[in-house]
């Protein structure tokens, strides 16, 4: 395979704490010096979430106008992908840092459990949410945590609330959600093969899946994410020491399979995103 496989790194995500691992990165500071690292990896893309102080979610646009600046001073080029995730706030204030106009943004296009509570996505919300990105000119990341978010995504792509080539990211490993099974994996690629054609996509393991599914990604042509968000250790016993760690590992997985690493810019033609400012 000589295709690009495109990187991307989740910095933070909305659990993990230091206690958890000291390497997770909390303030905008330690976000931007683990992104840089990241980068300087192999990274094409950050998915990012922001914490409060006290290391609690914030959905503050401030917060996330800063870290936007930071990565774009840093790490000339590389995609900005801001979380309208669930646990960052509620309703609205989910896509409160959307104006700040970040080259794309997760959206989830439906509702599924997670370990100890429902992951609510009301068709309302992610009307609203696809709309936003719309008006600013932002790609959606489609995660798919069930089969009918991909149908879905079909749908919302027909309507037009999802603009250009749809790039869903399926995510498995989630307690109480879809395992990480590789006969549904297959049935992914084919499903997004068969609805969308050759468009990119992106699949993403939880915990000690984390590996396996880069390794089922890059291995069938599609990309990969890691970073701390989704894996705080490297395997049921070794903490993870950066971010930068999970992205080299992810980066042999590429040499592996004969997979060049996507560059930025390269990511950006890829995933039809405009040029970097």
């Known amino acids: 395979m000589s295709d690009p496989c495109i990187i991307c790194v989740a ?18 500071s330690e976000q931007i010096e683990s992104t840089h690292e990241a980068f300087e990896a192999g990274a094409a893309i950050c998915h990012a979430h922001v914490r409060n102080d006290d290391e609690t979610p914030s959905s503050d646009p401030d917060r996330f106008a800063a870290l936007k600046e930071g990565i774009e001073r840093h790490c000339p080029g590389m995609i900005v992908q801001f979380s309208t995730g669930g646990r960052s706030g509620a309703g609205r204030t989910r896509g409160g840092m959307l104006p700040l106009r970040p080259d794309m943004a997760s959206l989830s296009v439906g509702s599924n459990n997670f370990p100890s509570r429902v ?18 000119d932002i790609k ?20 037009g609330q999802i603009r ?5 990211q399926f995510v498995m490993g989630v307690k109480n959600a879809m395992p990480a099974d590789r006969d549904v994996f297959d049935y992914y690629v084919h499903t997004v093969r068969r609805l969308f ?4 996509w992106c699949a993403a393991g939880i915990g000690p899946d984390q590996i396996l599914l880069n390794d089922w990604a890059i291995s069938a042509g599609g990309h990969a994410r890691t970073g701390l968000e989704d894996n705080v250790r490297l395997d049921r016993t070794t903490l993870a020491p950066s971010n930068a760690a999970l992205v080299r590992r992810t ?9 060049p690493v996507a560059t930025p810019a390269q990511a950006r033609a890829i995933l039809g995103l405009r040029p970097a400012a």
């Open 11 to 28: 910095i933070t995500g909305s659990v993990p704490t230091k206690a958890d691992n000291p390497a997770v990165p909390i303030t905008l």
């Open 119 to 136: 992951y609510e996505n009301p068709p309302d919300l992610i009307a609203w949410l696809a709309s936003e990105m719309v008006a600013y």
């Open 140 to 159: 959606p990341e489609i995660e798919a945590f069930d089969l009918s978010h991909i149908f879905a995504a079909a749908r919302m792509h027909e309507a």
């Open 164 to 168: 250009g080539v749809p790039y869903v």
């Open 197 to 200: 054609g050759d468009a990119p």
């Open 251 to 259: 980066v042999d997985l590429c040499r592996k399979y004969d997979r």
